[in-house]
Structures are given as structure tokens and as C-alpha cells.
């Protein structure tokens, strides 16, 4: 990832986000002096993760049994894109092709246009997300059994986990989810609008409620009345009727009048925002949502902060992404290497 996606002075800014709070060292698996070093590292660790192929561990003699030999307690998180056995295994995986695989990409994109991909890494954040899951639901079984184990997360699965009950609807009724753009088949209006300053705004009805209160504040009240108004179902089947009432009130109203209308009738709306918006409104602000990190390449950072907040144990971001292998030389003093073997070791390619 240093080099995916824009950089600043040479300097890739993906790997600042991604490299947080984590340190950087380098070693070549395929060689005996670099094999022994990742399984003294590993009799040190809680937790190795690794992407490489099915059998690529394997081949450099450092599978599950070699790493747990070393370390009982170890768990190895394996992350891959079509998992660690079946008929697509050895397969390379992306997370574009999980999108495309999981159904994700058939459900998204307007009815009559192609199956449309997110234009960012989804699949593989959710597995990642996925992954830290079970790493800590593996770490609280070794606890009361002292064994750690393998964690097998194919990039495929959690997207489709993520997806709802299609595989449901599909087994007992034969349906087939299609493309609907941003209407959705569950409830209505949920679309977005253009407002009369040109700006978008986002709508969402899930609740009867609030849907009822959209319609009265767009005034058009008799559309409670009609049957088909009492489910989202309903809703969802007579989605042009209320996308014509609501997007016709919210182009006759600047973006700030109309969250404000929205936001004293009690109706969920929101701003349509690019990443500039993001980092100027008040609530992400409020919640820390964008932090400042310093770095000593580039100066001050503003990224992501940490996921969530806990009240007793916060954690903060120490440090953006390192440059390869900054930490090579403080990691292995820490394993107990001399300076000297850390010289030969770099002089046999092993770093």
C-alpha cells in the first residue's frame, strides 16, 4: 500500500492511515536466517496475520504446526480471498472480485445501467473488521483454554454476510434482490433530492412515523390515507408517487431550509457529502471523528481516529505509517539480536 493512491513529496498516504500505530520491520521468509527470526517473533506474540496464498507458509516451512510449536498460544489469522481450501483457493483474491462475487455489485446501480463496484476497498475493509472480530473471539477462548488456533476468513464471506437475506429469499422464495438504484424495496421515499441551491440531501423513511411526518411536512397528507402508505412494502411499490411529493419540496428549498424543516418535524434527512464537508462539520468535530496525528515525514496528519470510543481503555493513534522496515533494527535488538548479527543478517539478504 506505500505505493497505492496519491503520495505527497514521494511519500504514499494510504500507507500512513493503514501503517498506524504499528511497527516496521523486514524480513525474507524464503531464507533459513529469516525463517528462524519470524518464529522467535512468533513465541513472542499474541496474534500473526498473513495474506499470502493457501500453502505459501507452508512452502517456507512455517505452517500452523511449526508456528504453534513455537508458541501454543499463538493465534494465526489467515486472510485470503476465497478462503484456505475449496475449488478456488489457490486462486489470487481482491476485494473487487469479492464484490462482484458476493452479489453486492448485481444490487447496486441504477435499474436499466451495468452492475456498478465500490470505488474504494469495501470488501476488504469489512473483512477486516470481520477479521479483528474473530481474532478477539479466538484470543477469549485461548483464555480459558490456553490454546490458540487458526482463523480461516475468506474475503468473500463477510460481504456477503453483510448483504442480508438474500441466500433467504432465494431458498424459500426464488427471489432475486434486482438493481433499484437509491430507492429501496424495503420502505419509501429513500432516495436522494436536489435541493434549489443544488446541493443533494438523502431522505430515509424506515420507520411509519417518520414517513407519515415527511408527508406532512412536504404536504401531502392524503398519501397516509392510502392502504398501501401502512408498510414499507407498500411504500416501496408506490416509490415514484412519494419520490415526485418529496423531491419536488426539496427543490423548491435551499439545503439549509430544508434540514431545517426536516429537523423540526422530527424527519431524517441528511447531507449528501464529499470528503470536504466531512472534515468540516460539527458533529464529526464534536466526536473527534478526524484527528490530527504528527508525523515526521510529512508534518501534521488528519485521518480516521480510532473505530469507536471506550470509556476506560480510549486508545489513540501514536503514529501514522512508518517508512519499510524503520523498525527492523529495535525489533530484533528487543529479540535479543546483537548489532553485529543484525549486520550479517542484512548481509545475507534475510532483512
Not at 114 to 130: N, Y
Not at 185 to 201: K, Q, V
Not at 257 to 283: H, L, N, S, T
Request: proline share 7%.
Amino acid at each position: 500500500m506505500a505505493a497505492s493512491g496519491p503520495s505527497k513529496d514521494g511519500v504514499g498516504l494510504w500507507w500512513k492511515l493503514l501503517g498506524r500505530n504499528k511497527r516496521n520491520l523486514t524480513l525474507d521468509l524464503s531464507t533459513p536466517e529469516g525463517r528462524q527470526l519470524l518464529l522467535r517473533l512468533a513465541a513472542t506474540a499474541d496474534v500473526i496475520i498473513e495474506n499470502f496464498r493457501p500453502g505459501t507458509l507452508e512452502k517456507w516451512n512455517l505452517g500452523w504446526p511449526e508456528l504453534s510449536a513455537a508458541n501454543p498460544r499463538l493465534v494465526l489469522a489467515r486472510v485470503t480471498g476465497f478462503g484456505q481450501f475449496g475449488p478456488y483457493s489457490h486462486r489470487p483474491g481482491f476485494g473487487t472480485l469479492a464484490e462482484a462475487m458476493s452479489g453486492f455489485a448485481a444490487i447496486t446501480g441504477e435499474p436499466d445501467g451495468p452492475p456498478t463496484l465500490p470505488p474504494f476497498g469495501l470488501a476488504d475493509s469489512i473483512a477486516a473488521l470481520a477479521t479483528s472480530y474473530a481474532v478477539m473471539t479466538a484470543l477469549a477462548a485461548r483464555d480459558r483454554t490456553g490454546n490458540g488456533q487458526v482463523v480461516d476468513m475468506a474475503i468473500i464471506e463477510p460481504i456477503l454476510t453483510v448483504l442480508g437475506p438474500q441466500p433467504l429469499w432465494y431458498d424459500q422464495l426464488g427471489y432475486v434482490q434486482p438493481r433499484t438504484g437509491n430507492r429501496s424495496l424495503n420502505n419509501a421515499p429513500r432516495n436522494t433530492y436536489r435541493t434549489a441551491d443544488g446541493s443533494w440531501l438523502a431522505v430515509s423513511t424506515s420507520a411509519q412515523s417518520i414517513a407519515e411526518r415527511v408527508m406532512r411536512l412536504v404536504g401531502r397528507p392524503e398519501l397516509i390515507a392510502e392502504p398501501w402508505f401502512t408498510t414499507g412494502s407498500g411504500r416501496a411499490e408506490h416509490s415514484d408517487v412519494l419520490d415526485e411529493a418529496v423531491g419536488s419540496w426539496i427543490a423548491r428549498h435551499t439545503r439549509e431550509d430544508a434540514m431545517a424543516a426536516f429537523e423540526k418535524a422530527e424527519a431524517a434527512i441528511a447531507p449528501i457529502y464529499d470528503i470536504r464537508d466531512v472534515m468540516e462539520d460539527p458533529q464529526y468535530r464534536a466526536l473527534d471523528s478526524i484527528t490530527e496525528v504528527p508525523d515526521p515525514e510529512l508534518g501534521p496528519l488528519r485521518m480516521q481516529n480510532v473505530l469507536f470510543r471506550l470509556s476506560e481503555t480510549p486508545g489513540a493513534i501514536h503514529w501514522a505509517g512508518r517508512p519499510h522496515g524503520a523498525d527492523t533494527d529495535a525489533v530484533l535488538t528487543e529479540l535479543g539480536l546483537s548489532g553485529a548479527e543484525i549486520t550479517a543478517l542484512r548481509t545475507t539478504g534475510a532483512l
